[in-house]
Every structure is written in structure tokens, then in C-alpha cells.
């Protein structure tokens, strides 16, 4: 076999395929490359600006000096100067106290913040230093630099009495904190030893107590929990307020208030909002309507000032009855124009019981 001839079975493929194929993979193998040396030229880019390379010497040593002392700053603020004597608090002015144990709460304030600096304020210092009082809900800290610190603490608003300690709207005993008008009372089952109530239906009647609008607040007389209706808030003056659960509490008691103003709910003895979507008010005084006669007999009912008449028809049979002797007139004759006398029977003399015959 000569070396011109093909191979028996295989065909050689043309020329043009593959000079096509060639070109294809010299393309891929260029893009390839052309995509690894933008890589390769971002990387170097990247580096030379977290180096500081891409910058000229002299800029290099400046940024470098700027971010060391920035380094110094805030290591010497870390470690020295937030807890430096030069800002520590000299100056406590604590305000929003009002109950009995002021004095005491006051004290501790500025005992704990003595302790600190007005760079570096401790909430929680604060708090565990006035842990012992329940009255107080909360503190609001300002730091007057460089010496000073105001607290203000926020004091729980009692919301009703539970036996004679007020309580919170969140089952907190205020024991010490002065009670200002009159608040609703509730029934706690179990002893008040701690700082919260520990009845469950307690606990759900001061949060009610809790949620009352203002205006409302002054005429809350009683709060209690009943076997069928739930949690029953009693008004003075006014009617029982059903709310059912603790749920949806602002709810109910915009509902409460929509209901109260409405003239037309005046009277009523108690409203349900257990559904503060379709309130109700029950109780409500029945209207006084004047007598009204039947519909049966409204057409027979005589004027006033005419004499009663009997009526013509039989109750029985609804038929008319026949006319009564005092009723029939007496016929007129045509030529007198005067009453006829009635005709009287004849009388049969013999007593045979027949008519007897007219005269001669």
C-alpha cells in the first residue's frame, strides 16, 4: 500500500476542518490568558494600595505617621483616658423620685456613680444599684462632660390596690410609693410577700387597670375575675365593662370608651367588649309606649262621647244576626204618614188550635 492512498475505513477530514478547529482553541486559549492578566493586574493594584506602594514616598510616610498616632489615640482612650481620673463623676443630680424611700434610692445612685467616669457610664451599675426598690421602672442617663451625670429615674405608675398596696400595671407591689386619688380595687388569692403578684387573676386585672385611658382612670371602683364573664371592670356611676381575657387590652378599651360616649347607650348596666369588634351595651331602659287597640277590633272602637252600640254581627258565625223586635221600626202607612199598629194574631174561640176565620 502506498502512503498516498487512504486507510481502508477512515476518511481524513478536510482541510478547511481543520484549520477551523485550530483557530477555535487558539481563540479560548487567548481569552484565557488575556483574563488571567487583568486578574493578575488587580491583584498587583490591590496589594501596591494596602502597601501604600501606589503612593509617592514622601505622601507614604505622612498617611503612615497619621495612622499611628490614630493607633496611640485610641489605645491611650481604651486603656487610660475613659476611666482617666481627669473625667470621672464629681457632680450626680438624680430627679423623678417621689416615694418614701427617696433618700435611700438617691444615695445609692450617687454612691454607684461615683465609681464611674463620664466617658464610660455603667447602665448597669446603675441598675443593680437601686435592685432592692421595685418602685423604680427605669433610669435615664445623661453624662455632662467632664464631671457631671444626671439620672432621672422613671417611677411605675400604681394602677389599683391590692388590699392597701398600690400596684403596677404589671403585677409590681409599690410598697413605699404615695397613692394620689382614688385607684380600683382587686382581690389577690395569694399572700403579697414578694415584689409581684402572684396570682395569675391578679396579675390579669392590674394589667387592665393598667391599660386605662386617663380620663377613665378616676372612675375604675372595682376590678375582679368571674367564673362566666371573665374580667369585670366596675364603673363608678356608670355600667360593668366585660373584657373577657387580658388580650387585645387597648382594643377593648377604645371600644369601652366609642360605647361610653355614644348618648344613645345612656342607662345601659353593662357593656361587653370581649369582642372589641362588635361591642355591646345591655341593660338599657325599655321605651314606654302608650296602649294601642288591636288591630282586629281598631275599627269597631266607638269615638269618645258617642254612646256604645251593639254590633249586628254573630261572634259565632260572623254572619249577621236577624233583627230584634226593638230594633224593627214600625211600618208607616202612605196616607197617614203615622205608624201602622202591628197586626195582632187571631184567636181561635173554640180552642181547636186553627185560625179562626176573618170577621164578616
Known sequence: ??????????????????????????????????????????????????????????????????????????????????????????????????????????????????????LHVDHAGLEGAIAAYPVVKALEVNADFPHGLQIHVVEHRPAALVGSLPVAGDGTILRGLPVEGRLPEIDAGAKLDGDRLSDPAALHAARVAGGAPAPLRGRLERIEVRAEEGIVVELRDGPELIFGDGRRLRAKWI???????????????????RLPGRPAAGGLPAETLAPVAPASSAELAAPT????????????????????????????????????????????????????????
Do not use: N
Open 1 to 118: 500500500m502506498s502512503g498516498g492512498q487512504a486507510v481502508a475505513g477512515r476518511r481524513p477530514p478536510p482541510k478547511g476542518a481543520r484549520g477551523k478547529s485550530a483557530s477555535g482553541k487558539g481563540g479560548r486559549g487567548r481569552a484565557a490568558r488575556a483574563r488571567a492578566m487583568r486578574m493578575g493586574t488587580l491583584r498587583a493594584f490591590v496589594f501596591r494600595a494596602l502597601t501604600l506602594r501606589a503612593l509617592p514616598p514622601p505622601l507614604r510616610r505622612r498617611v503612615l505617621v497619621v495612622l499611628g498616632a490614630c493607633l496611640v489615640l485610641a489605645a491611650a482612650f481604651q486603656f487610660w483616658l475613659r476611666d482617666s481620673p481627669l473625667v470621672a463623676v464629681e457632680d450626680v443630680k438624680v430627679t423623678g423620685l417621689t416615694t418614701k424611700d427617696a433618700p435611700h434610692v438617691r444615695a445609692a445612685l450617687a454612691s454607684a456613680a461615683h465609681t464611674m467616669t463620664t
Open 255 to 273: 371600644a369601652a370608651v366609642r360605647i361610653l360616649a355614644d348618648p344613645k347607650t345612656a342607662g345601659a348596666s353593662y357593656i361587653d367588649v
Open 305 to 360: 262621647g258617642t254612646p256604645p252600640t251593639t254590633s249586628s254581627v254573630d261572634p259565632a258565625t260572623e254572619e249577621l244576626a236577624p233583627p230584634t223586635a226593638e230594633a224593627t221600626p214600625p211600618p208607616v202607612s202612605d196616607a197617614t204618614a203615622e205608624p201602622v199598629p202591628p197586626a195582632t194574631a187571631p184567636i181561635d174561640p173554640s180552642g181547636a188550635g186553627g185560625a179562626s176565620p176573618p170577621p164578616g
